[in-house]
């Protein structure tokens, strides 16, 4: 993605060439490449996901350590939230956006509300700085922090089975003993009680 926005000045140009010997679809690609929404959203999503390559390779390596996975999930998300809360960040985004957008004489804009909106979301903001920062950068970020949390932090219980794989057996701890124990323990009990309902007379 860094690629691509590196080289979106070639990317127009070819596009422009190519509408000029009469085709249709590079004409459709320009029209939406030279809109400040296609802009502002490639320099938000390279960013935002230029944080998650490292975690991304760790997760598809074949040598992937699943606990381990946990600690560096934690990293990006602790970077992504503080990214959030730093007005600076998106104020740099946004210059970037613009300074892409000024090259081909695209000003910055808020989208035309209307009455029902169904594929934008409709924001109160007049300016464009608050509105892509509400419309895009907000909800781009939280929805990835969420699938972060919901697929690798909320599991962490279930990866910590991994250390019971013999070739890993070395990366037990006390915790991670300590949490198998109860788990065992509440296994036990359960299937104790289930025993001694079957068993109990009816009436």
Not at 50 to 75: H, M, N, Y
Not at 122 to 130: K, N
Not at 171 to 196: D, E, H, K, P, Y
Request: aromatic share 12%; hydrophobic share 45%.
């Amino acid at each position: 993605m860094y690629t691509f926005k590196a080289a979106n000045p070639v990317v127009v140009h070819s596009l422009e060439y190519l509408k000029d010997n009469i085709d249709d679809k590079a004409g459709q690609y320009l029209s939406a490449n030279l809109r400040f929404e296609f802009i502002i959203a490639l320099v938000v999503a390279e960013h935002i996901l230029s944080g998650t390559v490292a975690l991304t390779t760790f997760l598809q390596s074949t040598k992937c350590d699943l606990v381990q996975a946990i600690s560096e999930s934690r990293v990006v998300v602790k970077q992504l939230h503080d990214e959030r809360n730093d007005p600076f960040v998106w104020q740099a985004l946004y210059d970037n956006a613009v300074e892409i957008a000024e090259e081909f004489e695209i000003n910055p804009y808020v989208p035309r509300r209307t009455g029902r909106q169904i594929h934008r979301a409709s924001h109160p903001f007049a300016v464009p700085l608050e509105y892509w920062k509400v419309s895009l950068y907000y909800v781009f970020l939280d929805h990835l922090l969420q699938e972060i949390e919901t697929r690798i932090l909320q599991s962490e219980s279930q990866f910590v089975a991994e250390y019971i794989i013999p070739a890993k057996l070395h990366g037990l701890t006390c915790t991670t003993l300590c949490f198998w124990n109860t788990v065992l323990i509440l296994v036990a009990v359960i299937s104790m009680m289930r025993s001694f309902l079957d068993e109990k007379p009816d009436g």
